[in-house]
């Protein structure tokens, strides 16, 4: 008897689960089941004495729930533990998720779709008599008076610690625009707040009268290197003033140049800080001072493709307005500090984004996935280790009855 039960346990398990699915239809209907392979069963298959078990099977409604068609997409696979029994039950989520995915700002058109913001780049032409004109870029008005408006709403770093502002109003002019030159010479890879901070150093611990050309050639190189530590490669810029002040004072009357040629002359000053120092210390504005933040900014909006800050200047000084070179660099670099960073802009909150101006534009559109498709549970069945000794206790019962 124990024999025969497990045969017919087996013979069950076996079947496959289309054929499974043609005895359900039969026990419902009457209809002759089909095999594997499309032949229809003949109905003495299932009168026959010997699998009057696998006849009960089929007029019963109840099929192992193993053989029962799982109700998932053909293409999913079943997957089934080996040795644990387990049950699949199937539930239906009903919440819906959501996932932030970056994407492209653009101008919404009449018809609802966002198109992306095209690069409007400055434009060479030639005119009638075949010299090149340098258009500006045709956007580039209402970009630039959208950042004038956004910087007004916040204040960044260096609208109070940038170089202009660093050096003392109660000195002399001479000791103002040395005070300046050094502030630009530290700023240098540096933080305009740290900057500050070596500014303020200088001035406070340096004999009285503070920050001067003669203190500065009086100092030890230790101990002004110890007081600009803070700012980026401190031990270049240390070698940098103690030279800058012996040319100073040998070559330019103990004043700074007041030209680019004389400035960009200086240990450690590039064309960026000439024009910078020109501009904020005497008061002649003679190019643009790009930094990094003008660089990657303009290359943003699409007024130029360049790779280096002095191709940046020369491309920006062929069409852009003259009054405009001075404040450009504060503008930008305001802007480059609160909104447009360089890791992580925030595009979300920038006007240019919102009315799809910067073709850089990146923003995090929420987007609402489909329902999520039906979920499988397995759940292990209670007591299957127990199941499991039955069918070993079974088994062993067969070969003593064997032998």
């Known amino acids: 008897m124990v024999n025969r039960v497990s045969q017919t346990s087996a013979i069950g398990r076996r079947q496959t689960r289309s054929f499974a699915t043609s005895l359900q239809a039969f026990s419902a209907h009457g209809d002759p089941p089909q095999t594997t392979e499309g032949s229809t069963l003949k109905q003495k298959d299932f009168n026959d004495d010997d699998d009057s078990e696998l006849s009960s099977?089929?007029?019963?409604?109840?099929?192992?729930i193993e053989d029962l068609p799982k109700q998932i997409s053909p293409s999913r696979k079943r997957k089934r533990e080996l040795d644990t029994p387990s049950t699949t039950l199937t539930s239906i989520s009903t919440h819906t998720t959501t996932r932030s995915s970056p994407r492209k700002a653009g101008i919404k058109a009449g018809d609802g779709k966002v198109r992306k913001a095209r690069r409007q780049p400055a434009q060479k032409l030639y005119n009638e008599a075949g010299e090149v004109e340098i258009h500006a870029p045709a956007n580039w008005e209402e970009i630039y008076e959208s950042v004038k408006e956004m910087r007004k709403r916040s204040l960044a770093p260096v609208d109070t610690m940038g170089c202009e502002t660093l050096a003392e109003?109660?000195?002399?002019?001479?000791?103002?625009?040395?005070?300046?030159?050094?502030?630009l010479m530290l700023s240098s890879q540096t933080k305009d707040t740290t900057n500050a901070i070596a500014m303020r150093r200088l001035q406070t611990e340096l004999p009285s009268p503070g920050l001067t050309?003669?203190?500065?050639?009086?100092?030890?190189?230790?101990?002004l290197n110890e007081m600009i530590y803070v700012v980026g490669f401190h031990n270049n810029k240390t070698r940098y003033i103690k030279a800058t002040a012996l040319i100073l004072r040998d070559s330019f009357a103990s004043d700074i140049p007041d030209t680019i040629e004389g400035l960009i002359s200086l240990p450690g000053v590039g064309p960026k800080m000439a024009y910078l120092?020109?501009?904020?210390?005497?008061?002649?504005t003679e190019g643009i001072g790009v930094d990094v933040h003008v660089h990657r900014i303009t290359n943003l909006w699409g007024w130029h493709k360049t790779k280096q800050p002095e191709e940046t200047r020369a491309a920006l000084e062929a069409w852009l307005p003259r009054e405009k070179w001075h404040e450009i660099n504060h503008l930008l670099v305001g802007f480059g500090q609160t909104i447009c960073l360089p890791v992580g802009r925030r595009c979300e909150g920038c006007t240019l984004s919102v009315k799809g101006l910067c073709p850089s534009a990146v923003?995090?559109?929420k987007r609402v996935a489909k329902k999520a498709k039906k979920e499988h549970v397995v759940v292990e069945k209670k007591g299957a280790h127990l199941e499991g000794l039955e069918m070993q206790a079974s088994h062993k019962i067969k070969e003593e009855e064997w032998n």
């Not at 099977?57 to 192992?64: E, N, P, R, V, Y």
């Not at 050309?213 to 101990?223: A, G, K, R, S, T």
């Not at 120092?277 to 002649?284: D, I, N, P, V």
């Open 363 to 365: 923003v995090e559109k």
């Open 57 to 64: 099977l089929a007029s019963s409604t109840a099929f192992d």
């Open 213 to 223: 050309l003669e203190n500065i050639l009086d100092v030890d190189p230790v101990h």
């Open 277 to 284: 120092c020109l501009s904020a210390a005497w008061g002649r």
């Open 169 to 183: 109003e109660n000195v002399s002019p001479r000791d103002k625009r040395f005070q300046t030159l050094i502030a």
